[in-house]
């Protein structure tokens, strides 16, 4: 488990579109959102990356830059983009699992033909400038996550009121 004000793991994931996304080379003005999410096969993932589209300009307004990564292949990744009209949002792939269990994110062993052999369950991750956590919420299942308007009220407050990240003792 990663504690508030501690330092995350490093994160270097290829992006759709090319190029790639470091988290040492984010450079936010306020925080990095990481969205960790399941992948194609997921509709509730789906439903929740269309609401971060849709909110998208909101976090950059507040100097929020957000990242989604999976596991997915490239092929998949770029179809998710596609399919999802996630124009915005950019997405990573390739997570390892290595990498998802140093992060503390779950993973599961896929149960159907339409799900890979391994992936990571959804989690959010609010990293500040410096690389320390502020806050973080990890799903054993794709239900329960954050909703993004929520968050996006939660952040609102939490910016203007320079309220610190808890759950550090």
């Not at 990564?69 to 390892?96: C, F, H, M, P, R």
């Not at 952040?155 to 009121?161: H, T």
């Amino acid at each position: 488990m990663i504690k508030p004000r501690t330092q995350v793991p490093s994160l270097d994931v290829n992006l759709i579109g090319g190029g790639r996304f470091s988290l040492a080379d984010a450079k936010p003005e306020y925080m990095t959102m990481l969205v960790f999410y399941r992948g194609h096969h997921c509709p509730v993932c789906r439903k929740s990356l269309q609401q971060l589209q849709t909110k998208l300009a909101d976090f950059e307004a507040l100097g929020i830059k957000a990242v989604a990564i999976s596991a997915n292949t490239q092929e998949l990744a770029e179809k998710t983009k596609q399919d999802w009209k996630i124009a915005d949002v950019s997405l990573g792939y390739g997570l390892s699992t290595a990498k998802a269990r140093e992060w503390g994110l779950f993973i599961s062993k896929g149960i159907s033909d339409s799900e890979p052999a391994e992936f990571s369950e959804p989690g959010v991750f609010l990293v500040r400038p410096d690389g320390t956590l502020y806050a973080s919420t990890i799903q054993t299942m794709p239900f329960a996550r954050p909703d993004f308007e929520d968050l996006l009220g939660g952040l609102k407050f939490i910016k203007d009121k320079d309220y610190p990240a808890r759950g550090e003792a």
